[in-house]
């Protein structure tokens, strides 16, 4: 039987007007959806669709099901939140596809892009990624608090504005507070940071806040955390409060 395709899609952080022009395109044509439970429980189930929940957990062996799926023919669409690229399933499936079946090298396969919720949460507070800025997720349990230091440490030793994705680890509740401890010790007390929680949803909530005054428990699992550079800075405008971070930036 010939081989079929996986595209690999992202669903952005909530909205439908957030998905790109091809993903319901993409979503529609395919036989097999595959994803965390919750995602595909947004989408609309076409005829003949079958859809292979799982929970948020073992992405490999998720990743190994759809191009098992595909090698057998299926039009498997692989669905991942936000950009399917960034903490998500595309690495998943090309470290599945790396180390598993030869065969399996012969399915086409696509990766499509999507707003990542960075993208989101920065746009609802105004332009805080203008200038240089790099991005961390806290949720990796293999991640050990040695590289989480160092990244940090870098990170603000190079002044970066700094997203944090998946900043409540279940595993781990403290990884958060110790992130802020040691930022306290490396960055100004006055830093702007934001928590953009649940952006474009129902229930999202928007605090900005500096970092010697920020509540670490504010972020849960669908927060992204900006910390800003020295640069970023706030300014009010026809009563709400917006950030960014200037477009140049003189070397310190
Ligand atoms: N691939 C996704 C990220 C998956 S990791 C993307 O590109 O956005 C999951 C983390 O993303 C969450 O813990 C949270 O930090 C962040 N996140 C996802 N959706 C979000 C939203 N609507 N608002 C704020 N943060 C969100």
Redesign the pocket.
Known sequence: MNSGRLDII?LG??PQEWLTLETPQILAQASDLIGYGPYLDRLPLGAGQTRHASDNGAEIPRARHGLELAAKGAHVAVV?????G???MAAAVFEALEHGEAKWRDIEIAVHP?V???L??AARLGAPLGHDFCVL?L?DNLKPWGLIETRLRAAAAGDFVIA?????SKARPALIHDAFALLRELKPPETIVGF??????KDEKLTLTTLSEANPALAD????VLIGAHATRGFEARGRRWIYTPRGSEAR
């Open positions: 992202g952080p909530g991942s939140g936000g950009d399917p960034v903490f998500a999507g990542s919720a960075m989101a949460a997720s949720s944090i994705y998946n900043p409540a953009a929680r649940a952006v474009g949803r699992m669908s927060t992204l």
